[in-house]
């Protein structure tokens, strides 16, 4: 009996090239268990540095594919914002290629009007730079006098080694070489990706809702088709509805600051306030660089110090007028990114991609951080890129977390 017991107690080999598994038989009433089998290791997790040599690898595949890359990231933008126009019009029973057609043509038309008639006075003050330089100097020399002596002191000081006929030596001018291969290779290439943009955006458009479909299809199961469609349709939704509130927003500053500047009496006024348009694009570098332009270009018009300063002053009031109150009622809470946060991802894309990666930055983040709010294992990265903080703790009950003894008190206080 008590080798029978014992037998029975064993499991009974199967063969394994039949398909067949260990199966362990019944243990009799009163007798222990069987230990469970060793379960199998689990995946090893990613180490911080691998993670840091894929960013890495990431950072420099963007960065040599950028003549690839680009044009996909544009069109991809692009259709994200034009996207809700295309499914307005096919409620009305218009096919997606006929709209995406129309919508292009008119943009691109539109975008070729504005150019003809604002690039040709852009063109002749380029042309006229060095003279404008010149002037700015001379003016720059009657207003500030003490700057002037400043400068032949200094001038002074470094001749103070040199002998008469050198002080006397003109300095040499040297010849450079034409440029004109490069400004032909640069257009050329601006115009090829700007070819293959405009190509790859309309077939976004007119492929309407396909991806979306691929994409649902792949997904295993019901819970991340959902997820997937929901993802892809606040993306969408929010860089329409940023870019195309951030397009009125700085065309009416653009238009603001023409207006002011044709009434102070400055030439071209209707250029420089839809090159202020523009440049209110790009977050913090750009409305920097257009109060120095205007600086420039009021010191160039008008002869007083407190008149020139007067196009930088009123575009800057303006752009106060916009950042703090008009861009918060409009945009809402929606848009509520970290400034510091903006701020790194503007460098890092202009950096990574020029005036294109600048113009990108804000669309990029926003999207991540849509994508980053519907992951349950990502909504840290949402809360970092987020300036809104937790109501739940301000800073008394900060202080107190930081205190031993007092998490109690504080989650009681939270609950």
């Not at 006075?121 to 002037?135: D, Y």
């Not at 300036?387 to 930081?402: A, I, K, P, T």
Request: proline share 7%; with cysteine.
């Amino acid at each position: 009996m008590k080798q029978l017991k014992e037998l029975s107690t064993q499991p009974v080999l199967l063969d394994s090239s039949a398909g067949m598994l260990e199966e362990p038989l019944k243990v009799a009433p009163g007798d222990e268990p069987l230990p469970a089998p060793p379960s199998t290791p689990a995946a090893a997790k990613a180490t911080p540095l691998q993670l840091t040599l894929l960013m890495l690898g990431v950072v420099a595949f963007l960065y040599f594919a950028r003549p690839v890359i680009l044009p996909i990231f544009l069109a991809c933008v692009g259709g994200m914002a034009l996207k809700p126009l295309i499914r307005w019009l096919s409620q009305y029973h218009i096919p997606p290629a006929f709209s995406a057609a129309v919508v292009l043509l008119l943009l691109v038309a539109g975008l070729t009007i504005g150019f003809i008639q604002l690039g040709h006075p852009a063109l002749t003050w380029l042309g006229e730079a060095p003279k404008h330089m010149t002037e700015l100097k001379q003016k720059g020399q009657k207003l500030f006098p003490r700057l002037t002596r400043f400068s032949r002191a200094a001038a002074a000081v470094n001749n103070l080694g040199a002998t008469e006929d050198e002080q006397k030596k003109l300095p040499a001018v040297e010849l450079q070489a034409s440029r004109v291969p490069t400004i032909v290779n640069w257009t050329g290439t601006f115009l090829a990706g700007l070819g293959e943009t405009l190509v790859l955006l309309y077939l976004i458009l007119a492929s309407g809702d396909l991806f979306l479909q691929k994409l649902v299809r792949v997904m295993p199961t019901l819970y991340d088709k959902k997820r997937a469609v929901d993802i892809s349709h606040e993306i969408q939704q929010q860089i329409s509805n940023y870019l195309f509130s951030v397009s009125l927003i700085n065309l009416g500053v653009g238009l603001i600051v023409g207006g002011g500047l044709y009434w102070l009496g400055v030439p071209n006024a209707a250029m420089w306030g839809m090159l202020i348009a523009l440049l209110n694009f790009i977050p913090y570098f750009g409305p920097c660089a257009g109060i120095c332009l205007l600086a420039v270009v009021g010191l160039l018009t008008f002869d007083t110090l407190w008149r020139g300063l007067l196009p930088p002053a009123w575009y800057l009031l303006l752009h106060l007028l916009e950042s703090n109150f008009i861009t918060p009622v409009l945009l809402g809470r929606r848009f509520t990114l970290n400034p510091v946060v903006i701020f790194v991802s503007l460098i890092f894309w202009t950096w990574l991609w020029g005036l294109p990666g600048a113009l990108l930055s804000v669309p990029i983040l926003v999207s991540i951080k849509v994508i980053c709010e519907r992951v349950p294992s990502m909504s840290y990265v949402s809360e970092l890129l987020t300036s809104e903080s937790n109501r739940n703790f301000d800073n008394l009950e900060l202080l107190q977390l930081q205190k031993p003894g007092a998490s109690a008190d504080c989650s009681a206080s939270i609950s």
